[in-house]
C-alpha cells in the first residue's frame, strides 16, 4: 500500500520560513518524480513545485520561485520543501504526490499518489 505522509506545516508570521516532509512507503521511490501542491480555501489544488525521480531537474510555479525549494533523498525516501519569505497568499494545505513516469509534471493527473495534505498558515 503506497502511503504519502506529509509533516512540518503550521503556523508563521509573513517574512518567515518552513519546511514541508513528505516521507513515502510502498513504492519504488527513486522511479517517481515527486511534487508538491496547495489548495487554498475556496480555490482548485495548484501546482508548487516538482522534483524529477533521480533529482537534478526542478521545477516551480512562478509564484514561489526564488523562495520555495523542493528537495528529495533517494536513500531516505523523502521530499521536502524548503518555504522561505513566506506571505499570506501561501496559506493553503500542502500535498505531496508521486509520479510513476518520473518526469515532474505541473498538472494533477499526471500523479498516481497523494498524501493527506498539511497546513501552512501565514499570518500578515
Known amino acids: 500500500q503506497v502511503q504519502l505522509r506529509e509533516s512540518g506545516g503550521g503556523l508563521v508570521q509573513a517574512g518567515g520560513s518552513l519546511r514541508l516532509s513528505c516521507a513515502a512507503s510502498?513504492?519504488?521511490?527513486?522511479?517517481?518524480?515527486m511534487a508538491w501542491f496547495r489548495q487554498a480555501p475556496g480555490k482548485g489544488r495548484e501546482f508548487v513545485a516538482a522534483v524529477s525521480s533521480r533529482g537534478p531537474d526542478t521545477y516551480y510555479a512562478d509564484s514561489v520561485k526564488g523562495r520555495f525549494t523542493i528537495s528529495r533523498n533517494n536513500a531516505k525516501d523523502s521530499v521536502w520543501l524548503q518555504m522561505n519569505s513566506l506571505k499570506p497568499e501561501d496559506t493553503a494545505v500542502y500535498y505531496c504526490a508521486a509520479d510513476p513516469l518520473g518526469a515532474g509534471s505541473r498538472t494533477m493527473n499526471g500523479y498516481d499518489y497523494w498524501g493527506q495534505g498539511t497546513q501552512l498558515t501565514v499570518s500578515a
Open positions: 510502498g513504492l519504488t521511490f527513486k522511479n517517481y518524480a
